[in-house]
């Protein structure tokens, strides 16, 4: 069975230091990763892709197979990135017809 | 494309009445998800469907929900009768396998049932 686990459910940092947002996962098959944000009282909308390999508004995240995580991360939050952040699964394939798996999401706010 | 549509986008209702949720995906998706959020247990899938055919109800909390899909381009959730726990906000998510895994989300609905 496919699971993603979110550690951390609350995560506080200051303007300008780095961020962290953990992700781990169980599958056995070739995963799909994906970071999904939502920001306050807005619709979750996807962040970034671990195919994609892009940094989007300076999130990078990088798939590490041998510890399956799936690592959210940015040098130097900014207020505008507090949201909810929650970590998909999706087997690439298969006969899923697309289902992700969430983690539990984790809310960061970023203080000024 | 005007993404995801759902409506209502606030449902207050009372314990023990029927509550309709409904969709529509972006046009040419193929694959239909409805999701529950609450603080405590996050978002859970609840059901999706697959051109139109329900693939996966596990998710479906108890035989007071039940979920459609007459035509690609609208789907309904409905829970009858309705209780207090019931209260969360409801997403419904496209997407078009085969071809991507991402999934568009609407803006979800907000039920309070009191």
């Known amino acids: 069975a496919q699971r993603v686990t979110q550690p951390e459910k609350l995560l506080s940092v200051f303007k300008g230091a780095p961020v962290e947002l953990k992700c781990n996962y169980s599958?056995?098959?070739?995963?799909?990763l994906f970071w999904y944000v939502q920001y306050s009282r807005q619709r979750l909308q996807l962040l970034l892709r671990?195919?994609s390999r892009e940094s989007i508004k300076g999130f990078t995240a990088d798939l590490n197979k041998g510890e399956t995580s799936f690592h959210l991360k940015k040098p130097f939050a900014q207020e505008e990135d507090s949201a909810m952040y929650y970590c998909?699964?999706?087997?690439?394939?298969?006969?899923?017809?697309?289902?992700?798996?969430f983690g539990q999401g984790t809310i960061l706010t970023v203080h000024p | 494309d005007a993404g995801v549509i759902q409506s209502p986008r606030h449902e207050v209702t009372e314990m023990g009445q029927e509550v309709t949720l409904r969709c529509k995906p972006i046009?040419?998706?193929?694959?239909l998800f409805w999701y529950r959020q609450t603080m405590m247990r996050g978002l859970e899938l609840l059901i999706y469907f697959n051109n139109n055919v329900p693939i996966d109800d596990s998710g479906m909390p108890e035989d007071r929900f039940s979920a459609k899909m007459p035509n690609a381009s609208f789907s309904t959730l409905k829970i009858q009768p309705s209780e207090p726990r019931d209260s969360a906000v409801y997403f419904c998510?496209?997407?078009?396998?085969?071809?991507?895994?991402?999934?568009?989300f609407g803006p979800g609905t907000r039920l309070t049932v009191t």
């Open positions: 046009s040419g998706h193929n694959s």
């Open positions: 599958y056995s098959g070739s995963p799909e």
């Open positions: 998909a699964l999706s087997n690439a394939g298969g006969t899923s017809y697309g289902k992700l798996t």
């Open positions: 998510a496209s997407s078009l396998w085969g071809t991507s895994y991402e999934q568009y």
């Open positions: 671990h195919i």
